[in-house]
């Protein structure tokens, strides 16, 4: 299959209008039309139908589209290959959960900036299940998730994915309460003392969730979830302003709030990078990746 087609049929379930793949192709109407039937032809499929005055992709293109991710960029991998010494130069589009912004994401921008001008990041800031959604619609190129140690993410082979840093979580409750799990010597005894509380969750994620279902278990009961926020500074108040308890950072304590460790076993946020399989050779990303692990960006996080 010519890959100058499998490029249009990718645009056309990117774009879903023949006119757009023409516009963003500098060609036309009638040939992005004449090229998909030769496609069609080569794959031996119906790759498209009808659908009103426009056409939209089969089950077989929605397929094919998907494998055309694949095979183009084995394709620039190969030509990357042929030609090790080009710089690196592109637009990365990474969709990141906000910490992991801050703490790794930035940095790197500043150094694109004064050493790599011709490689730009794109950032949108999103929770992993939103970010793993964009990847898969092709939106972005890079997602940086976080999963818990005591509930891991579930694999995905059509994905590549790689570590970044873990940090120790616990258990955000008032500070005047902090004495109640004081004797806890395992995560199942602390998370018990609490076990008639209400819990706070991320409202748009659900790893929150599932690690308090794990972790409550092990004490042998099951927690009440009522409350949800995305921000760790709201859940932090909505803590302090008695509504339940939730998990934050261990390193977060405040005044008011206390966070308690939940040890034996313990609990770990671990940040992580996502791509499609095949395109973690593509040079912007494959450098970009190269400084979000590098021992810089470790030191510059052990600093903050």
């Given at each position: 299959m010519d890959p100058?087609?499998?490029?249009?049929?990718?645009?056309?379930?990117?774009?879903?209008?023949?006119?757009?793949?023409?516009?963003?192709?500098?060609?036309?109407?009638?040939?992005?039309?004449?090229?998909?039937?030769?496609?069609?032809?080569e794959a031996g499929v119906e790759l498209l139908e009808p659908d009103g005055r426009r056409v939209r992709l089969t089950p077989a293109g929605r397929r094919l589209a998907?494998?055309?991710?694949?095979?183009?960029?084995?394709?620039?991998?190969?030509?990357?290959?042929?030609?090790?010494?080009?710089?690196?130069?592109?637009?990365?589009?990474?969709?990141?959960?906000?910490?992991?912004?801050?703490?790794?994401?930035?940095?790197?921008v500043t150094r694109l900036a004064d050493e790599h001008p011709d490689v730009r990041l794109v950032v949108r800031e999103h929770e992993p299940n939103e970010a793993v959604a964009l990847l898969d619609a092709d939106e972005v190129d890079l997602v940086i998730g976080y999963d818990y140690n005591l509930a891991p993410a579930a694999s995905d082979p059509t994905t590549s994915t790689g570590s970044l840093y873990?940090?120790?979580?616990?258990?955000?409750?008032?500070?005047?309460?902090?004495?109640?799990?004081?004797?806890?010597?395992?995560?199942?005894?602390?998370?018990?003392?609490?076990?008639?509380?209400?819990?706070?969750?991320?409202?748009?994620?659900?790893?929150?969730?599932?690690?308090?279902?794990?972790?409550?278990?092990?004490?042998?009961?099951?927690?009440?979830?009522?409350?949800?926020?995305?921000?760790?500074?709201?859940?932090?108040?909505?803590?302090?302003?008695?509504?339940?308890?939730g998990l934050l950072p261990l390193d977060r304590d405040g005044d008011r709030v206390?966070?308690?460790p939940v040890r034996e076993p313990d609990l770990e946020l671990r940040a992580r990078t996502v791509v499609r399989r095949g395109r973690e050779q593509w040079p912007p990303l494959a450098l970009v990746l190269d400084l979000l692990r590098s021992p810089d960006q470790e030191r510059d996080q052990a600093r903050g």
């Open positions: 100058r087609r499998l490029e249009m049929l990718l645009e056309l379930s990117r774009l879903g209008s023949m006119r757009e793949v023409a516009a963003s192709m500098h060609t036309t109407t009638s040939t992005i039309s004449q090229q998909l039937g030769v496609l069609a032809r998907e494998h055309a991710v694949t095979v183009l960029a084995a394709l620039e991998a190969a030509r990357a290959d042929l030609d090790p010494r080009a710089a690196p130069a592109g637009v990365v589009r990474v969709a990141a959960f906000a910490s992991a912004i801050r703490r790794r994401v930035l940095p790197v873990a940090t120790p979580w616990g258990l955000g409750v008032p500070a005047d309460r902090a004495g109640v799990a004081a004797q806890a010597t395992d995560a199942a005894a602390t998370v018990s003392a609490f076990r008639d509380s209400e819990w706070i969750v991320n409202s748009r994620n659900t790893a929150d969730d599932e690690v308090l279902r794990v972790a409550c278990s092990l004490a042998g009961f099951a927690p009440r979830i009522t409350h949800r926020a995305d921000s760790l500074d709201l859940v932090a108040d909505m803590v302090l302003a008695g509504l339940g308890v206390a966070v308690l």
